[in-house]
């Protein structure tokens, strides 16, 4: 595989998916309509997901030295994601999250990621040189707030575009928003950001424009229930949720800014690279689990379903 033009700093864990009609209450159970074990995490699945869109992909994220670890690389590398800067930390079990989806759509985590498998500023230093080589670093802001300072100033030393993934609070905040090229919120992300929760287009819209005076030349929010909110400097653009029957909303982020990420790289205008990253998050909602299936007919589906 080549240099990836595309780093992921982000977290890799074994997802396993439980479909059920209700959660029961407490002392009550449930039958599992459907069960899915799959690699996941937030850098795991963006990494999957550019490498369905034809990315060259390399992730930075760290696995335990045990079983689980070794077959969720395995996954990894079948997926076309260059796995040579994930880290397996001795003495460290790799990380589960249990996603319960219920008929409705609604989610709720469980989720077992130690503090060893959090990736350190450390580690950001042992991935530098690929850091610096790679055209666009995804940092996923989940991750402690020195690493992902440290991976945004190692991509941005190595003249790459930067983009953050989640909510930028506490002490370094503003060093890495000055970092950034994009930033990418969720509806409570954003929330955090700016101090304010997006309603409607019009506070979605307002939300990027705060993010984009603070730093970023372009900033993405989510309108939970409505849609998402696109803000540069000198244009904006707001895009409502389309039709699409929803299934699980888990890796609809996760495809989302994968698939902005991707499409910006590729010299599309803002306006396109808005479309795409909405049709990517569309194509991920009709299956449980975060594991984005985008292929180019997924994608030309949802992008017929977003208004124009």
Known sequence: MTAPDVMVVGQLARDLVLLVDEVPDAGGSAPVRRRRELLGGKGANQAVALAQLGAEVGLLAVAGDDEVGERLLAQARADGIDVGTVLRRPGVRTGLIVDVVDGRGHWRYLEDL??????????????ADSLRAARAVLVQLQQPPAAAL????????????????????????DGLLA???????????????????????DTGLAA?????????SLAATEVSGVGNAFAWPDGELFLPLSD????????AGDAFVAAFTHALLRGESRDRAARLAVA??????????????????????????IPT
Do not use: K
């Open 208 to 216: 990027g424009r705060a993010v984009v005076r603070r730093g970023p």
């Open 114 to 127: 130690p503090a060893g498998v959090l990736v350190t500023p450390d580690d950001v230093a042992w991935a």
């Open 179 to 201: 970092l950034a090229d994009v930033l990418r919120a969720d509806a409570r992300e954003a929330e955090q950001v700016t101090g304010d929760r997006p309603t409607d287009a």
């Open 280 to 305: 990517a998050a569309g194509a991920t909602v009709g299956h449980p689990g975060g594991r984005p299936e985008l292929d180019p007919q997924a994608i030309r589906r949802q992008l017929d379903r």
């Open 244 to 251: 699409t029957p929803t299934v699980d909303t888990t890796g």
């Open 150 to 173: 440290a991976a945004a100033r190692t991509a941005r030393d190595g003249g790459g575009l930067v983009v953050l993934d989640g909510a930028v609070t506490g002490p370094t905040a």
